[in-house]
């Protein structure tokens, strides 16, 4: 097991500790009910206890039961599957298989992902690294945000941070939940650019059009040549070394031209150059070269989400519920607004366990409430907010429903009637 520190019985008492006093139970039961009493107990739920011991096929009568366990057991890990056609934990005693029938489609983003795209902010443990490089997260959040609710019509999105270097979400409407893999399959292509290496770089870039696809021109407007010009230009210093530029120069298809360009932005006379301004030379020669394409692809190459697509595709697939301590870093996986991605950075908003007891402490000493417990409380109103979304418009649907239902009774009393 991961430590955070400390000794594997002292992490267990914290857990045990967290799930009776902080982990928001009736909200994580009433997201996974969405208004149904056969839901919950047909969801898979598994467990990763100390000392990595997996349990998969775990379902739950309801909150209770559920709660019960995780203060017994106090697993380190909770991933969230698919809701069966039976309850997972008795599929052998049913004797009927176990069918996947419905989940949210889930969206799995890891900064190890990002690594290649990494300069002066790359070196040091792997979770100051994420901390550090959080930008490239921020932008993958608001690129796939808004494609998910305007290209297609999703409204009910849970952002969680993962704990220690990535972020998930989950799309919870009715339409999402009930996607074959196929149609989830499609849809994460839609939401990727196929990225390719140095090693073969220089092939065309099939995803990339002139004009762009009007998902990726709103994306390349509203947060690539931001991110790329602040964050990945200056910031990371992209273009400040041979090797930088050369790796960034790899992806044009044009021998003649990249080497021409390798050796303008590396001499002597460009000493002085910043990063924006060699970049300008690189886009004013690509664009004279006719190759706006590579360009483009370049820019993507270093700012568009990066997405694990097998996370996404299939219905079957278990992904980490929020709310859960990392074991590793010890921060509670916590849901914040897509909208405010660029303001929440990690080791600030995600709370550590041992501070929240710390935290809980003093307020028994009579002091105030502490950070920590005010952002993991701003955490479960995100996730409340989101919850309670679900069920008004299932609330609406219904009524929906009860008046169809009344206006047919109507007209077919109406029809009795004159039949008399």
């Known amino acids: 097991m991961a430590t955070t520190g400390n000794p594997a019985g002292e992490f267990e008492s914290q857990l045990r500790w967290y799930y009776s006093k902080h982990f928001p139970i009736d909200l994580f039961h009433r997201w996974l009910s969405y208004g149904d009493e056969s839901y919950f107990p047909r969801r898979e739920i598994s467990f990763t206890l100390p000392g990595d011991v997996y349990l998969r096929f775990r379902s739950f009568a309801n909150a209770d039961e559920l709660l019960e366990t995780l203060k017994k057991q106090t697993p380190i890990k909770i991933d969230i599957g698919a809701v069966y056609n039976i309850s997972p934990k008795e599929r052998a005693n049913v004797g009927a298989s176990l069918v996947p029938l419905e989940k949210e489609l889930v969206i799995d983003i890891d900064m190890t992902d990002y690594y290649d795209v990494m300069g002066d902010l790359k070196e040091g443990d792997p979770v100051d690294v994420c901390d550090r490089n959080w930008q490239y997260i921020a932008g993958a959040v608001q690129i796939v945000d808004t494609a998910l609710r ?48 140095e090693d073969n770089a220089g092939r065309r870039i099939d995803d990339i059009t002139n004009p762009l696809h009007p998902s990726l021109s709103r994306a390349k407007r509203e947060v690539c040549e931001p991110l790329f010009n602040e964050f990945v230009l200056k910031d990371q210093g992209m273009m400040t070394t041979p090797q930088r530029i050369k790796q960034m120069l790899s992806f044009i298809p044009n021998p003649a031209l990249r080497e021409q360009l390798l050796d303008r932005l590396t001499s002597t006379s460009s000493k002085n150059w910043s990063g924006t301004d060699k970049w300008e030379r690189v886009k004013h020669d690509l664009i004279k070269h006719s190759e706006t394409k590579t360009a483009d692809y370049i820019l993507f190459h270093y700012t568009y989400p990066r997405l694990d697509v097998n996370v996404s595709r299939d219905l079957g697939h278990l992904l980490k519920g929020p709310f859960c301590v990392h074991p590793g870093t010890g921060r509670v996986c916590v849901p914040f607004r897509a909208e405010e991605c660029e303001q929440f950075m990690p080791a600030k908003y995600a709370p550590h366990i041992e501070n929240l007891i710390e935290d809980v402490n003093n307020v028994v000493k009579g002091q105030k409430e502490g950070e920590p417990s005010q952002y993991l409380n701003k955490a479960i109103k995100v996730f409340q907010e989101f919850v309670v979304g679900l069920e008004k418009e299932k609330a609406i649907a219904e009524e929906k429903k009860t008046h169809a239902k009344l206006s047919d009774m109507d007209r077919n009393g109406a029809r009795d009637f004159l039949a008399v």
Request: positive net charge; contains cysteine; hydrophobic residues 40%.
């Open 150 to 197: 305007e290209d297609f019509g999703f409204r009910h999105l849970l952002w969680v941070y993962s704990g220690r270097r990535g972020v998930h979400c989950w799309v919870a409407d009715q339409g999402a939940r009930s996607l074959s893999n196929e149609a989830r399959s499609a849809i994460v292509s839609y939401l990727s650019v196929k990225m390719v290496s």
